[in-house]
């Protein structure tokens, strides 16, 4: 291994580096999303929507203390602001919580493409070299170039499998942070709908209790 590390010349030690960023955000990405599921609570989820049909804001807050479901966190915020603006309070705390879900993403997204692009510049660099060697000891000793070709053919090879390797994470990252996102959207949207209906319903008992003629 060190002498194929040797032979990949001095562009396979920036190669190094970036297959070591990419393994410590796909380490750093992995054991997120793993919390992340464990703090997931979907039945937690379904009473606070039980309890906001009622207006049973206390128990909301009882039930909901010290959950780290990020669902659970933005429907609070919306249920904390829902007499100003409850929509946009969700909003803003979804925001925060997709931006924490994407964070590292780009520099996952940059190795991808830094990593071929690193295998292509030891590939012109390695020719270089073979030319070079061909030029001091001419064509009677082909044998000289062989160090750039080996040079040349491994940072292709080893730029190329960083970013094979980084593209499947990247991509099982961002569908877990696109299938959160409609999880978000889903169930902020029945918090409204919800809290809509509580608010026409206790407007319209109200109307009928100032005014008993009212059908």
Known sequence: MNEFFRSGGPVMYPLLACSFIVLTVVIERAIFWLRVGLQRKPALVDEVLELCRSGNWEAVR?????????????????????????????????????QRM??????????????PLLGIFGTV????????????????????????VAEALITTATGLAIAIFSVFPFNYFNSKVRRATLEIEKYATSLEIVYEKLVHGQASFKLKTEDPTEP
């Open 62 to 98: 009882l039930k909901t203390m010290g959950s780290r479901d990020f669902v659970v966190r933005i429907l609070v915020t919306g249920i904390l602001h829902r007499e100003f603006s409850m929509v946009k309070a969700m909003e803003s705390a979804a925001a925060d919580e997709i």
């Open 102 to 115: 994407r964070r590292t993403m780009t520099v996952l997204d940059t190795m991808i493409t830094v990593a």
């Open 125 to 148: 660099t390695g020719i270089i070299t073979s030319f070079e060697m061909l030029g001091a000891s001419g064509i009677d000793h082909p044998e000289a170039v062989t160090a750039g």
